[in-house]
């Protein structure tokens, strides 16, 4: 049995997500999330459970999970960083990607590109 419980800071919204995520196959998992965002919660009544895995995988944004995300996810909510913790919880709980801790964080602004004439010199 594999299982794994992610804890996502979505933002400035301040509520934070738990997911777990259990398999005990390493293929079909059933997703659980625990949050105060009355949307996050309508989105873990939408998925079916459990999910498989590989099709998940292989369908990308077209898999069930997205497309409950799509559904459920509208507005300021759809830039929401819950659905991506959701979809990693899914692969590591299956095997099919290694726990490793991911962010999204502000940075300094990129650097102009150098024109073609001032490259030159």
């Not at 419980?5 to 398999?23: D, K, M, Q, W, Y």
């Not at 459990?50 to 944004?61: A, H, L, Q, S």
């Not at 909510?77 to 502000?106: H, N, T, W």
């Amino acid at each position: 049995m594999t299982k794994n419980v992610l804890e996502v800071h979505p933002g400035v919204c301040g509520f934070t997500a738990r997911i777990e995520a259990v398999s005990e196959d390493k293929r079909n998992v059933v997703l659980r999330i625990e949050s105060e965002c009355e949307t996050i919660r309508a989105l873990a009544a939408r998925l079916p459970l459990p999910v498989d895995g590989y099709e998940e995988i292989r369908d990308g944004f077209a898999g069930t999970v997205h497309q409950a995300v799509r559904e459920t996810l509208k507005g300021c909510c759809s830039g929401c960083v819950v659905p991506s913790g959701l979809f990693k919880a899914m692969q590591v709980a299956a095997s099919l990607a290694l726990p490793a801790d991911a962010g999204i964080r502000f940075a300094a602004p990129l650097r102009e590109p150098r024109s073609e004439e001032g490259a030159s010199g």
